[in-house]
């Protein structure tokens, strides 16, 4: 049995590990930090959370919950330590961001068949059955190596990070306790404006100088994260019907929706920090301490962390990748994760968990394995390896990646709510009945 190899510390490159280690693999894991840094991480740990402490809604019948659920199913050491650390957030899933990072990287610490190896990689060798899953903060070095490999320029697009607010810095006499339509109780902190407040605020806000970008011509956006700023300037109310919508939410002393309001999100289980939903953005730390002041309850606001910007770097999978999640030129070299084209963290999971898997599996020179159609990590997988474009970007999982559910299904649910329980329920009973064909280990494991 071959060694196998995998490259980055993050969601996909733990997962990955994990499920090769599991499937009785011997896993070198390579991780650069703190031997070489990024602009966006601060500690050593693995899987340590850079963006929002969000991993996303869990509600039943929706597909993010479909996609955390094949995970928890197949045994992920991710989903494990976010159930493990999870925080209050309504119907979303969110972790303690530090006691989460903490609880990977023991987890991976211990187990006998995993090496981690706190180095940066910067060649590949082509002999070595490799995972390659260092996420959008690629190094410079290896994404030069990447490009040699797959002979094709690498794309990209930026990213930026949410600020961070001291839980008693908040005014609670001016912010209130709540969570839209009554999903959470009182989970978030909400400051809510009138129409004067939040036309100050918008009039801030476009006038506030961003840093300048560096490295690269053009801006390519990732629409699902893009910055407050970029969105403010597409009209005077697309914050209202965006991060900022008031929809769901009643002040206590009014009994009303205001006309806007800013959500915020527990970070840790202390509940002293507390995150600004929605609002990543690009703006100087100067900018930000005076344009964010002026929100209803955070005028005397203490930043733990302000918004910034970082470089995200994906390959272009469809000329690349198999649904194996194997390059096509080389069938020992794997990729997982955000560089792959999928975006958000559980995404990045299910890629790595498929991985590991299939490098385990290729260890051993047995068959690799697809995810059945039906299933959210199929899905992903079948857009990254195959979706016909001209301008790939990443996704999210969405009912629109799915395969149809039968035609006998859309005719008797109408109701689209309806038909996706029904649907997210078929493709669970699928994905335990292929769990139990090609992974019986992991399968029994959960059952």
């Known amino acids: 049995m071959k060694n196998v190899n995998v490259i980055g510390g993050g969601f996909a490159g733990v997962e990955a590990a994990w ?4 499937s009785g693999a011997h896993v070198r894991l390579f991780e650069m930090r703190p031997v070489q840094t990024t602009p966006a991480h601060r500690t050593e740990k693995l899987a340590e959370i850079v963006c929002s402490n969000s991993l996303k809604t869990d509600e039943v019948g929706t597909a993010p919950y479909l996609l955390k659920e094949e995970l928890r199913r197949g045994g992920s050491i991710v989903m494990e330590a976010a159930e493990a650390t999870k925080v209050p957030a309504g119907a979303a899933l969110a972790v303690d961001r530090g006691k989460f990072a903490e ?22 060798a082509p002999e070595e059955i490799t995972i390659i899953a260092t996420g959008p903060l690629t ?22 990070i949410a600020p961070i607010v001291a839980a008693d810095s908040i005014d609670m006499s001016i912010a209130f306790k709540a969570a839209r339509y009554g999903k959470g109780g009182d989970d978030y902190i909400n400051c809510p404006f009138n129409p004067e407040q939040y036309a100050a605020f918008y009039a801030a806000l476009i006038e506030a100088k961003s840093v300048p970008l560096k490295r690269f011509e053009d801006t390519k ?13 597409r009209g005077v109310d697309t914050l209202r019907f965006g991060c900022m919508k008031p929809k769901g939410l009643y002040e206590p002393q009014t009994e009303r929706e205001p006309y806007a309001a800013v959500q915020l999100r527990q970070e840790n289980l202390m509940a002293d920090a507390y995150s600004l939903v929605g609002f990543q953005n690009h703006l100087r730390y100067a900018e930000q301490a005076t344009v964010l002041r002026l929100v209803p309850g955070l005028e005397n606001a203490e930043f733990l962390q302000y ?28 990729f997982a994760g955000q560089i792959t084209g999928v975006e958000g963290y559980v995404e990045s999971v299910g890629t790595g968990w498929l991985a590991g898997l299939n ?21 992903l997988c079948r857009y990254v390896s195959n979706v016909e474009t001209k301008n790939f970007q990443p996704v999210n999982i969405t009912f629109g990646l799915l395969a149809e559910p039968p035609l006998e299904i859309r005719k008797k649910y109408r109701n689209k709510r309806e038909r996706h329980t029904v649907q997210v329920e078929l493709a669970l009973t699928d994905w335990n009945e292929w769990l139990d064909q090609t992974e019986p ?3 029994a494991s959960i059952a």
């Open 359 to 379: 490098a385990a599996r290729l260890s051993r020179n047995e068959d690799l394995i697809d995810a059945p159609p039906t299933s959210a990590i199929g899905a």
């Open 441 to 443: 280990k992991i399968f």
């Open 103 to 124: 609880y990977v990287t023991k987890k991976i610490e211990n187990h006998p068949n995993i090496e981690l190896i706190r180095e940066e990689i910067k060649t590949i």
């Open 221 to 233: 956006w990732f629409e699902s994260c893009l910055p407050i700023e970029e969105l403010a300037r």
């Open 307 to 334: 918004g910034q910007i970082h470089r995200n770097t994906f390959i272009n999978s469809p000329k690349v990748l198999n649904q194996t999640l194997q390059t096509l030129k080389n069938p020992n070299l794997f």
């Open 19 to 22: 499920q090769a280690a599991e």
């Open 139 to 160: 190094s410079d070095a290896l994404t030069l190596e990447i490009m040699k490999l797959t002979g094709d320029d690498q794309l990209y697009f930026y990213d930026a």
